[in-house]
């Protein structure tokens, strides 16, 4: 089993910036790739960033391309997300997720059911 454990959220300005980071431990030689998710109100579980654990390739939703960084610290068993240039619409919780699928291309990147372990959630609230 692996447990994943987010921080870093909170209540930010539009145009501010956020880190999350998502700790991991146990059995964290399963895991191929790790990602955020995120999920506004009344919305489905949305797709953010992905990261292939070994390389540090890195996805990213169409929608936050050029203002979100996703990056790992293999020492630390960390993955980050740096969010800049906050808009309201971000506005969600933020799920940090571990996946046990080896994944070679986008499509296996953005799918939840990839997915095998995700943390409790952290709230990010992007004022107007």
């Known amino acids: 089993q692996v447990q994943l454990v987010e921080s870093g959220g909170g209540l930010v300005q539009a145009g501010g910036s956020l880190r999350l980071s998502c700790a991991a431990s146990?059995?964290?030689?399963?895991?191929?790739?790790m990602g955020w998710f995120r999920q506004a109100p009344g919305k489905e579980r949305e797709f953010v960033a992905a990261v292939k654990w070994s390389s540090g390739v890195t996805y990213y939703a169409d929608s936050v391309k050029g203002r979100f960084t996703i990056s790992r610290d293999n020492a630390k068993n960390t993955v980050y997300l740096q969010m800049n240039s906050l808009k309201p619409e971000n506005t969600a919780v933020y799920y940090c997720?571990?996946?046990?699928?080896?994944?070679?291309?986008?499509?296996?990147?953005?799918?939840?059911?990839?997915?095998?372990?995700w943390g409790q959630g952290t709230q990010v609230t992007v004022s107007s």
């Open positions: 146990g059995r964290t030689s399963s895991i191929y790739n």
């Open positions: 997720t571990g996946g046990t699928k080896y994944c070679i291309n986008y499509v296996c990147y953005v799918s939840r059911q990839n997915y095998a372990y």
